[in-house]
């Protein structure tokens, strides 16, 4: 039996974010999984009554299924923190250091880990950015400090396409942060309890690994275990290690990376609450490792605590 069996667990899903799709799949599966598990599942959309549906429902557990803002950025763990009402997956300080890419490359160089160079940018300049702003030249690439799922990047090759990059990224959420572009194999690496499960290496279709290569199904190939030098395959397990626990992360994250021909594993962002879809990479990567789905959502919702 699990820590939360008789009791009433709340999925929260959906929420008001740019990755909303993608969190009602997430949402559904996850419901369903522990409901087939014997768990008393009530599916809340999240909306600005969210706490006074907790409190109608009676809810004694959170599982997060939400992603994006209000959702993977400290904001509803706050919320449950002051209910009083245990939940899955990190805290509020560590939701908000995963959410920020500002704050979170800065924690990561702070603890040895490879990061590319990078610009950061305030909105407001997004329409005076040129490529002598970039000490590292292009190809770049340009990103909103303050999204997930790819939302707002974009691969710059030339002066051109620059300022609209910039400018498509100002319209979401934080600083604009560009980077040098690191060529290398994309690898994400599942992080559970603060030991890694296992790499998945990552050869889209398009481009790059954006929104529509990441929730389409057939839109990219995945790799398990990735194809790496046995090597380098520890480092970037190592560096996954590394950056949950810098970020002091809690339940299962998600670590991308680009490793280079070297070996050396240039960390992208981290991940608070991955994606649990049926195209999504840590289910892949447990289930690499023999945790099904409905364990893995078991596992999750048995570390459910109140952080703070």
């Keep these: 039996m699990g820590t939360w069996t008789g009791k009433k667990v709340a999925v929260l899903h959906g929420g008001r974010s740019a990755e909303r799709e993608v969190s009602l799949r997430t949402g559904q599966g996850c419901a369903e999984a522990l409901r087939a598990r014997g768990y008393d599942v009530d599916l809340i959309d999240v909306d600005l009554e969210v706490a006074r549906a907790l409190r109608e429902r009676k809810v004694d557990v959170a599982f997060v299924a939400l992603h994006g803002r209000w959702g993977e950025d400290g904001s509803i763990q706050g919320l449950l923190e002051s209910m009083g009402i245990p939940y899955t997956g990190s805290g509020v300080l560590a939701s908000a250091l995963g959410m920020d890419k500002v704050f979170s490359k800065l924690l990561f160089r702070e603890h040895g880990l490879p990061v590319a160079e990078y610009r950061v940018f305030q909105r407001g300049q997004a329409e005076h950015i040129g490529v002598g702003d970039l000490p590292f030249g ?171």
């Design 138 to 308: 292009l190809p770049a690439v340009v990103k909103p400090a303050g999204e997930g799922s790819s939302v707002g990047v974009h691969i710059v090759k030339d002066a051109a396409a620059l300022r609209d990059a910039c400018r498509d990224a100002a319209g979401y959420k934080g600083d604009l942060i560009v980077e040098r572009y690191v060529k290398g194999t994309e690898v994400d690496v599942a992080v559970l309890d603060g030991k890694a499960l296992g790499a998945i290496e990552i050869v889209p279709t398009r481009e790059f690994y954006d929104y529509t290569a990441k929730y389409t199904p057939g839109a990219t190939d995945y790799y398990y275990p990735a194809r790496l030098h046995p090597l380098h395959l520890t480092r970037v397990l190592e560096a996954a290690e590394k950056a949950h626990a810098a970020l002091g992360c809690s339940g299962v994250t998600r670590i991308d990376f680009i490793v280079t021909a070297d070996g050396t594993p240039y960390i992208l962002e981290a991940n608070t609450l991955p994606g649990m879809t049926a195209t999504s990479l840590v289910p892949k990567i447990a289930a690499g490792l023999g945790i099904n789905f409905g364990e893995l959502c078991e596992r999750l919702l048995d570390g459910a605590a109140l952080k703070a």
